[in-house]
């Protein structure tokens, strides 16, 4: 089958062909229909992550964003059989944790991080191996586009939950969030379907635009405000009620923070780079005399897929509008280099793969 592998870190990935997967016997594995390209795929290619187990080695298949439909199914495998369409987790869960067994599967202690780590090859593939199927692999329910649930990947899922979740943002609230690219754009949408009041905080005059499309009431450019925690204040009253960092550098982190009232919730979604290595400067003080709750989020318990596909089902949420370009595996290459200057916007998909 072909598959995108990473040969050299900030080099192209090798387009070629590789030995399909079986499946184990708790297992499947699924004809990937697409797979989203996300802004942690630009991690693992340019080798941050080694600080939390992370990098991928030479010779992996990337891609950890994939909906696909099922060709094989292991002989211990009860919940899904051949031809369902599934959602894929980008952790893959054991079942049998402390964490999978109380509804935290996405914090499973013994995951394993599609596309990233040894054993969890990638979905920039023609296929890819589920393992523990009856946990990792989510039936699609009918009317669920299989391309729409490859742009509710890592980073919408992961939006989803850290404001409806997380954060639990309620009607009125003000949200602030803190660049948009995949992770900060599926936050906005999903936060305005919870009745949210978006700002959106970017450098990027398309990305604010897109903003305003998928449902913020108001945009800040920061490359043209000289304050912008004093501009997401003037807006907001005062201070959002919850805030997050998408990005994960040191300056859009502590902007969040510092744009919350008293009593805010901040999310933090955005990683580390190589140069930070894991840590950022957070305002303590302020965190301490405004009571401010910091709360991180990383994708979804499969077991709460059911409540996101319900919203998607009725209309409240679309994936489908995130999605920015649909393109081939020659094409991945191209989109990790154009994040390295964050210019790529919404959220590319691959959904040709011969």
Aim: hydrophobic share 35%; proline share 5%; net charge negative.
């Amino acid at each position: 089958m072909r598959a995108a592998v990473l040969e050299e870190y900030e080099e192209p990935l090798a387009i070629r062909d590789v030995e399909r997967p079986d499946p184990d016997p708790d297992g499947v594995v699924a004809k990937v229909d697409a797979c989203g390209v996300c802004r942690s795929d630009w991690h693992g290619w340019v080798g941050n992550w080694d600080w939390f187990d992370y990098k991928p080695p030479r010779g992996h298949i990337l891609g950890h964003e994939p909906s696909g439909t099922v060709v094989e199914v292991g002989e211990n495998v009860d919940t899904v059989k051949e031809g369902d369409t599934v959602a894929i987790p980008f952790n893959f869960a054991c079942g049998h944790c402390h964490e999978c067994r109380v509804g935290y599967e996405n914090l499973c202690e013994n995951h394993l991080g599609l596309g990233f780590q040894p054993g969890a090859p990638g979905a920039f593939a023609e296929e890819v191996p589920i393992p523990n199927a009856d946990i990792n692999a989510v039936k699609l329910p009918d009317g669920v586009d299989p391309v729409e649930v490859a742009g509710m990947g890592c980073r919408f899922m992961t939006s989803y939950r850290g404001m409806a979740h997380q954060a639990d943002v309620s009607r009125g609230e003000y949200v602030v969030v803190q660049g948009l690219g995949g992770i900060g754009l599926s936050a906005v949408h999903i936060a305005d379907a919870l009745g949210g009041n978006v700002i959106g905080v970017d450098l990027m005059d398309e990305k604010l635009e897109m903003a305003e499309e998928l449902g913020a009431i108001d945009t800040v450019n920061a490359a043209e405000e000289d304050d912008v925690v004093q501009a997401v204040r003037d807006i907001t009253d005062g201070g959002a009620h919850v805030s997050l960092d998408a990005l994960g550098i040191e300056e859009t982190c502590q902007n969040a923070i510092e744009s919350l009232r008293t009593r805010g919730r901040h999310v933090q979604i955005g990683l580390t780079t190589k140069e930070q290595r894991g840590y950022n400067s957070l305002p303590t003080d302020t965190i301490v005399m405004n009571e401010i709750q910091v709360q991180g989020s990383s994708g979804l318990p499969p077991s709460k897929y059911g409540e996101m596909f319900r919203m998607v089902e009725n209309g409240k949420l679309d994936p489908g509008a995130v999605i920015t370009d649909k393109i081939g595996l020659e094409g991945v290459s191209d989109e990790l280099a154009a994040m390295t200057d964050y210019e790529t916007i919404g959220i590319p998909v691959v959904n040709e793969f011969a």
